[in-house]
């Protein structure tokens, strides 16, 4: 079965840096729409980037030009580069797949695999 497993969250203060990974199994990677969403406490989950097979990504309005999204199809793994970190970007982070080499839409609904999540925390 698919396996999702995120790494790099931590304690950083503000304009400070954070890169995330996500490492995968059991699953054709490179055919898989990947994403990363969060969840801040008392807040829904949202989404904050995704990236097709081809590379192509998308990124939420609010961290657009801070954050990039990444994947290489030879190791299974996806990653999160984060620069210029805000006091709202506290949150836990989470990896998530489908099976669908185009993105198109990536609202949480749509993804049926998940990791456990990462903590960010920016002060």
């Known amino acids: 079965h698919v396996q999702l497993v995120e790494s790099g969250g931590g304690s950083v203060q503000a304009g400070g840096s954070l890169r995330l990974s996500c490492a995968t199994s059991?699953?054709?990677?490179?055919?898989?729409?990947m994403g990363w969403f969060r969840q801040a406490p008392g807040k829904e989950r949202e989404g904050v980037a995704a990236?097709?097979?081809?590379?192509?990504?998308s990124y939420a309005d609010s961290v657009k030009g801070r954050f990039t999204i990444s994947r290489d199809n030879a190791k299974n793994t996806l990653t999160l580069q984060m620069d210029t970190l805000k006091p709202e970007d506290t949150a836990m982070y989470y990896c998530?797949?489908?099976?669908?080499?185009?993105?198109?839409?990536?609202?949480?609904?749509?993804?049926?695999?998940w990791g456990q999540g990462t903590q960010v925390t920016v002060s």
């Open positions: 059991g699953a054709t990677f490179s055919r898989y729409c």
């Open positions: 998530a797949g489908r099976f669908d080499r185009y993105c198109g839409t990536w609202n949480v609904a749509d993804f049926p695999y």
């Open positions: 990236i097709g097979d081809d590379g192509s990504t």
